[in-house]
């Protein structure tokens, strides 16, 4: 307790307060097991992808792999943002899909529990608030892409598919679409603090942007032009398997502004509203 | 210098208004008793304090700055409704969180030493959502107690509680308030405020009406001469026709409120054929003083 002596004030640094929130925010990720349950969906999903296709049928019908190369369970062959048919799209993108609902959950339950409550009546800023959460998220994310190519590798395997692959071409793809992951979690960030306690609509925004459904609508009108990666989702669909290091750089430089976009809007956001 | 220092704030919720101008002045130092009706502003008020929700207008001073300064803020502990713990996670893990969101170095010997405050050293690898409600308000305190606030704010701390849990609340902040910690603490149980607070502000309809000391409440409270007598019924005819306020309380006692002596009364009643077993004089307490306010307020005062 603060005795009668002279108060003294003394306002933490950046430095200090995004340490705790951070350090509170990991500690949360790694002891719940929604993480856990995420990074084994993300698994799964391409293991189904390749194995279930790839498996013949019970009365011994020929397989009709959706896949011809593991690889194409990572990313398609080459950019493509319109809808060109489900083993173009189901691919590394939907761990996007599946890290909305995550984050959503994760951020929901601060506001189920009361944390934010306690937080934002510290010394924590908004905006501390707002890239704790994208970093953390982001983290998750990359490591479900992790858990997504090991799913895959092992389902790839059990199938002998086969693994034929420009290395260099693969790396950047993976590297693109793991960058791309903390522009995503800023979006649903920012959804989140939208709808704060209206879970439901949260998860239901996030499913809703993680589809990329409105960049394959502009993708199906204006065709497949490399204007839309801009977009999160088309510089998502960028990190494909031709990709070069200049791919992995437009991901990089279109999610960290999409992250600082969106950073800036949900601190505007909670700047402005009550946080409780 | 003072703690809290509010000039004419206000906040609307859409076409309602829920303060309406409130002015607030709480001294270094004190236990403020915040007192009001539901609805009346009090929690909207603390939680303005608190920074969780924007005024529309007015100012906030903590310690001479604006409430929304983070070197401030970090002098403020704060317990609005329930404790924001994770209910899953151990009453030690929940604390360590808040240390880690405060940047607390020795963490551990800083929570060590609030559960110890709050006498709950013995529950501190309890999950959260498994104590008790009284449990839940202490590490609620507790929380509030990391990181070494000259504020701290309650909203209802003592709701709930047993009576055992109700001294050990009481103790916690007087004992807080002794070291030099300014306490704001709302509550409806207006007796057990009365025996902490040493300032109160009574607050009706989003604006402040009564701020007073506790030695202002102690000489505005009315002195009453409180009698029985083996024929209360004619007692209280008798009594009515010659005093302005006469009232049975809930223990059977008559008491007459205006400014008389026993001695007076007993002779009256004497004359009138009427023994008096039992008299003495007492003084209205918080509570009745508050109906009493109140009652003034709505111009029913008999």
Redesign the interface.
Known sequence: ?????D?Q????SFT??L???L??DF??LF?TPLFYIFLGIAAIIPAMLIAMTGMAGPNGEPATPLFTNVWQAIAANTPIYGFEGIEKYANMNMVFIFGGIMVSVFIG?DYK?????????????KQDYMLSKSLTCAFAMACMCITYLFGAIIAGALTQTSFAVNVGNLLCAILGKMVMSLGWASLYTFLNVIFKRYFGISIASSFFFGTGILVIGIGSIVGNTPILNVFLYGASVYACLSSSLLNVVICLVVSVAWACAYNVLGTLLLE????? | MNAIEIKNLTKNFGEKQALKGLEMTVPVGSIYGFIGENGSGKSTTEKIICGLIRPSGGAVKLFGKDYTDADVREKIGVLIEAPGCFPNYSVWNNLMLQAANLGIENAEEEVRKVLQTVRMEGAAGNKFKNCSLGMKQRIGIAMALLGKPALLVLDEPINGLDADGMRIMRETLTGLANQGCTVLVSSHILGELEKIATHYGIVRGGKMIKEMTAEELETSCRTYVALQTKDMARTKMLLGCKYSRVEEDERGYLRVYDNTKPETIVAFLYENGILVNEIKTDKIGLEEYYIDLMREKEGTVR
């Open positions: 307790m603060d005795t009668s002596r108060l004030f003394e306002a933490p200090k307060r340490k705790g929130m350090g509170v500690y949360r002891h339950h529990s009361g944390y934010v409550k306690q937080l934002f009546t510290t010394h924590a800023k402005n509203s009550d946080v409780y």
